[in-house]
């Protein structure tokens, strides 16, 4: 008889051997989106619940990387105080993810798996130029970026390694939804940046839900890198954001709002990551 059988291995090393010897296997973490949408729940094979893999879940940022386990959960990356020292912009897209309850359920590998367009923390990861390790279906490792990630391959994310010479020294997250709490992202932003002295060094920006993955926006990386925190660098700064939605999206239902909104959200990441209040009188003469 067909039949979909659970199991909940206590530690990876049991995880990889049992991947070894089942297919189909399939993987359940916080079930926060897997158990909210009946039509990803598979009918035949394995389902392995990973909340009890307990050497799937750490962070370890002592070393010059940082890795995250793939059942990490998204409310201890929140609190992760040396994670926030390092790269805020992944704590506060953990900190705004969902409500606390779902923080707390809710894993790193089940938002990458779930590869939705606005998955906050992938935008974040993207930011930083994430890898993920894998093992995939059969039990053998691999590790690919996490752009070249495709979900639905049977692929277990073991971790996500944040390669420490890709992170700049600030960084900072923003998003807009429907609601001010507990909202989805109809589009958000991850920003990284050097900034000393009130002037930009390099510059990065990463964008989710203007496709089907986060896409970097040049153009708004070009006009801020170099240039002063200053309201005449800043409005070519938010030019040059609705010309990356432009280019992203022109022609769909949402561009019209989205390139209106790409801007306010990016003074709101660049008060952000300044430390600033995204009501100083500087923001204000941007528009
Ligand atoms: C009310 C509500 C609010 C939400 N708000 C937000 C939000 O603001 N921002 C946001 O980004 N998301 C949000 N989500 C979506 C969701 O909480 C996240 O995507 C979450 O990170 C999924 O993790 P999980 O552990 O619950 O995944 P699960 O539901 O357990 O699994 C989801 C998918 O990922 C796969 N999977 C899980 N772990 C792994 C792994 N380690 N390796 C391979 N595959 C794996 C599963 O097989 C399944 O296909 C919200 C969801 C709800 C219900």
Request: charged share 20%; proline share 5%.
């Amino acid at each position: 008889m067909n039949a979909l059988i659970p199991a909940r291995p206590p530690d990876l090393r049991t995880l990889v051997a049992l991947m070894k010897r089942s297919s189909p296997v399939y993987f359940v973490a916080g079930g926060t989106d897997l158990l909210t949408s009946a039509r990803q729940m598979p009918l035949v094979g394995t389902l392995v619940d990973l909340s009890g893999v307990h050497d799937l879940a750490f962070i370890e940022s002592s070393g010059a990387d940082i890795r995250i386990g793939g059942a990490t959960t998204i409310a201890a990356i929140a609190a992760h105080t040396k994670l926030a020292a390092r790269f805020s912009a992944l704590s506060q897209a953990a900190g705004e993810c969902g409500s606390m309850q779902i923080r707390n359920r809710a894993t790193l590998g089940g938002n990458i798996a779930n590869a939705a367009p606005a998955a906050d923390l992938v935008t974040a990861l993207i930011l930083a130029n994430a890898r993920l390790k894998l093992f995939l279906p059969g039990g053998s490792c691999a590790e690919i970026t996490l752009e070249e990630f495709r979900s639905g391959t049977g692929a277990l994310i073991a971790e996500a390694v944040l390669p420490n010479l890709e992170l700049l020294p600030r960084s900072a997250f923003a998003k807009l939804g429907l609601r001010r709490d507990l909202t989805i992202a109809r589009i958000n932003l991850a920003a990284m940046a050097e900034f000393s002295d009130g002037r930009f060094g390099s510059v990065r920006l990463v964008a989710g839900a203007l496709g089907p993955h986060p896409i970097r926006l040049l153009r708004a990386e070009g006009a801020l890198s170099g240039c002063p925190l200053a309201p005449a660098s800043l409005r070519v700064f938010v030019d040059a954001l609705a010309a990356d939605v432009d280019a992203a999206i022109a022609g769909r239902a949402s561009h019209c709002w989205k390139r209106r909104a790409i801007r306010g959200l990016g003074l709101d990441a660049i008060a952000r990551l300044c430390e600033m209040s995204p009501r100083d009188p500087l923001f204000d003469e941007t528009w």
